[in-house]
Protein backbone atom coordinates (compact mmCIF):
# COMPACT_ATOMS: atom_id res chain seq x y z
CA UNK A 1 0.00 0.00 0.00
CA UNK A 2 0.59 3.49 -0.59
CA UNK A 3 0.40 5.05 2.67
CA UNK A 4 2.45 8.24 1.81
CA UNK A 5 -0.62 9.04 -1.00
CA UNK A 6 -3.81 7.42 0.69
CA UNK A 7 -3.52 4.36 -0.98
CA UNK A 8 -4.22 5.58 -3.82
CA UNK A 9 -2.63 4.65 -7.18
CA UNK A 10 0.26 7.18 -7.86
CA UNK A 11 -0.14 9.46 -11.33
CA UNK A 12 2.09 12.87 -10.64
CA UNK A 13 0.59 14.15 -13.39
CA UNK A 14 -2.97 14.17 -11.84
CA UNK A 15 -2.18 14.67 -8.20
CA UNK A 16 -0.25 17.84 -9.59
CA UNK A 17 -3.35 19.27 -11.04
CA UNK A 18 -5.38 19.40 -7.71
CA UNK A 19 -2.56 19.20 -4.96
CA UNK A 20 -3.53 21.43 -2.05
CA UNK A 21 -1.48 22.22 0.93
CA UNK A 22 -1.84 24.25 4.29
CA UNK A 23 1.34 24.24 6.79
CA UNK A 24 0.78 25.06 10.63
CA UNK A 25 4.09 25.70 12.51
CA UNK A 26 4.12 25.87 15.93
CA UNK A 27 7.62 25.37 17.72
CA UNK A 28 8.94 22.07 17.45
CA UNK A 29 5.82 21.07 16.20
CA UNK A 30 4.07 21.46 12.30
CA UNK A 31 1.24 20.21 10.75
CA UNK A 32 0.87 19.91 6.58
CA UNK A 33 -3.12 19.17 5.33
CA UNK A 34 -2.31 17.70 2.21
CA UNK A 35 -5.39 17.65 -0.35
CA UNK A 36 -5.78 16.16 -3.74
CA UNK A 37 -8.14 14.07 -6.51
CA UNK A 38 -7.19 10.77 -8.29
CA UNK A 39 -9.46 9.28 -10.61
CA UNK A 40 -12.44 11.32 -9.28
CA UNK A 41 -12.06 10.47 -5.75
CA UNK A 42 -11.10 13.13 -2.81
CA UNK A 43 -8.11 12.27 -0.28
CA UNK A 44 -7.16 14.29 2.39
CA UNK A 45 -4.07 13.75 4.78
CA UNK A 46 -2.51 14.84 7.95
CA UNK A 47 1.55 15.02 8.10
CA UNK A 48 2.47 15.68 12.40
CA UNK A 49 6.10 16.58 12.27
CA UNK A 50 8.59 17.52 15.21
CA UNK A 51 11.75 19.65 14.25
CA UNK A 52 14.99 17.45 15.40
CA UNK A 53 18.09 19.15 15.48
CA UNK A 54 18.53 21.32 11.75
CA UNK A 55 15.40 19.10 10.00
CA UNK A 56 11.80 17.47 10.37
CA UNK A 57 10.70 14.24 11.20
CA UNK A 58 7.48 12.76 10.82
CA UNK A 59 5.79 11.69 13.73
CA UNK A 60 2.78 10.79 12.30
CA UNK A 61 0.92 10.13 9.31
CA UNK A 62 -3.02 10.27 9.00
CA UNK A 63 -5.66 9.57 6.42
CA UNK A 64 -8.73 11.96 6.90
CA UNK A 65 -10.41 10.26 3.88
CA UNK A 66 -9.72 6.87 4.76
CA UNK A 67 -9.86 7.31 8.86
CA UNK A 68 -6.34 6.03 9.53
CA UNK A 69 -3.44 6.49 11.09
CA UNK A 70 0.34 5.07 10.97
CA UNK A 71 0.46 5.34 14.83
CA UNK A 72 -2.12 2.84 15.16
CA UNK A 73 0.06 0.19 13.95
CA UNK A 74 3.12 -0.81 15.44
CA UNK A 75 5.90 -0.21 13.31
CA UNK A 76 9.70 -1.02 13.84
Known sequence: PN???D???YDRAEIDKS???VEAV???E???IVAFIIA???HR???KLRKVGDGWKITDLLSVTGEWALSQYQCE
Open 30 to 32: AKV
Open 19 to 21: LKT
Open 7 to 9: NAA
Open 26 to 28: KGD
Open 40 to 42: GNP
Open 3 to 5: MAL
Open 45 to 47: LEW
